[in-house]
């Protein structure tokens, strides 16, 4: 797909979307899904499974009272939905495990449960409540009681390409025993914790129609054809996304410098997705934006310097100053996606001072060569955005750490090239990017560390 039609499409913003919900609460319990100890589903091609484990305080009826009650939530998403499709929750359960005399002398209960699923797409929420069947279960003498609930999670139908992120909500109890209805067990869920069960990638709908007739008769590209790198040629189909801001930062090693570098941002950002094969890698595109940053730092451990960094693409010299992003995406169980994401950059140094002496460097002082940093993002959500990074952590090598090459280039009354080089050139250095959909709150999973600057200094 070329460039022009990456930004064409990256000027069509992705519309607010309402989601509907239908469908009837309530469904038998299966052997499996009442068996807390069958192993679960082997999720189908496009499915995943997803669970969350959580920390709740119920109420018992007296003498009980509150005792901490342990409620695993299961389920299987679709990866991937057309837009105008339902999306369809599929083996929805709650397994409550619940310490011993609970729940007195009774010897089996029976009942039902309830919680509210809450459905995210962008800032909008809808909350979704489910109806859950206890089938009768046995009480052990001794040990900890699991009630297995399962239930149907009623249809979402969302009409635009978006992310639409489950949450699980507070759940509550209403059990018999002996067919005497117990006083309903209300929860609550211990705080800070994270309740996302899952997300669902909601794609447009449509598909290209393959030429008609023999090879040796295909059309030529035309008005009425499509040429081999236009949209849908590769079988990526693209979706446009909102614009992204970004924060991010940096450490030089040779200086022991870091930066916190100016707030950027990304435009045009396209996410191209192979509806065929939603476990196959996709591509996300954008046009970034970065001003020049201030960065403060020791030269050689002890002299202060003061120098504006500026990141420029390859093709600088035409005097572009847009960076193109281009980059892969690959899907993770959770619906999330690690995203692998090379840049090649120059680095222009200007207005440099050392110790308080402005340092002539002109206008040409840059890299000798692009510097290439690969940066990795784990739990990336396509819509929203997330943290990519190198990390000494990483396995593989070339999204450890990047190398600042020799600079050239600097220097209006004596060459300086070698002073700067010296003093800031070199590997190992790290580099780090929150990103974040433009009008969404700055979340802590999308925020790289220590960006935000110590509060006696903002």
């Known amino acids: 797909m ?49 669970q969350r484990t959580l920390a709740n305080t119920c109420v018992f009826p007296d003498p009980v009272g509150a005792r901490p009650v342990t409620v695993d939530t299961k389920a299987t998403l679709p990866k991937v939905v057309p837009t105008g499709k339902p999306v369809q929750v599929k083996d929805f359960s709650l397994t409550f495990t619940i310490g011993e005399g609970a729940l007195g002398p009774a010897a089996e209960v029976a009942g039902g449960a309830s919680v509210e699923l809450t459905a995210a797409n962008g800032d909008k929420k809808t909350p979704i409540p489910v109806s859950l069947t206890i089938p009768a279960t046995k009480i052990p003498a001794t040990g900890e009681l699991k009630l297995v609930a399962t239930g149907k999670v009623p249809e979402i139908l969302l009409n635009v390409p978006s992310e639409l992120r489950l949450s699980t909500g507070v759940p509550s109890l209403t059990l018999t025993a002996a067919e005497t209805p117990l006083k309903p067990i209300t929860c609550t869920q211990a705080p800070d914790q994270d309740t996302l069960l899952g997300s669902v990638a909601l794609l447009p709908l449509g598909k290209p129609k393959p030429q008609s007739g023999k090879p040796e008769e295909q059309k030529k590209p035309g008005a009425d054809s499509r040429a081999a790198d236009d949209v849908h040629a590769s079988g990526l189909y693209p979706i446009a996304l909102q614009p992204f801001e970004l924060q991010g930062t940096s450490s030089i ?25 939603t476990e196959g890698p996709g591509k996300v595109t954008g046009s970034l934006i970065m001003p020049p940053s201030r960065m403060t730092f020791l030269g050689y451990g002890f002299v202060p310097v003061n120098a504006t960094m500026e990141l420029l693409p390859e093709d600088h010299a035409t005097g572009n100053h847009i960076i193109d992003v281009d980059g892969v995406a690959i899907p993770e169980p959770s619906g999330s996606s690690t995203v692998l994401t090379p840049l090649k950059v120059y680095g222009k140094l200007s207005e440099v001072t050392v110790n308080g002496v402005v340092l002539d460097v002109g206008d040409n002082c840059l890299t000798a060569e692009p510097i290439k940093i690969n940066l990795r993002g784990e739990k990336y959500g396509m819509f929203t955005g997330g943290v990519v990074r190198t990390d000494p952590q990483w396995e593989d090598p070339a999204y450890k750490a990047f190398t600042l090459p020799a600079f050239s280039g600097c220097g209006v009354k004596e060459d300086l090239d070698s002073l700067l080089t010296g003093m800031a050139s070199g590997p190992g250095n790290q580099a780090c990017v929150g990103i974040n959909q433009v009008g969404l709150p700055w979340e802590l999973e999308r925020k790289c560390p220590n960006v935000d600057p110590p509060v006696a200094r903002r």
């Open 2 to 50: 070329t460039q022009q039609v990456r930004r064409a499409l990256g000027r069509f913003p992705v519309l607010a979307g309402v989601i509907l919900l239908a469908g009837v609460n309530g469904a038998l319990a299966s052997s499996a899904a009442t068996d807390p100890t069958a192993p679960p589903k082997t999720p189908l091609q496009g499915e995943a499974a997803a």
């Open 253 to 277: 090693t040779k200086l022991g410098a870091f930066a916190r570098l100016k707030p950027a941002i990304m435009i045009n950002a396209v996410w191209e997705v192979d509806l065929e094969n």
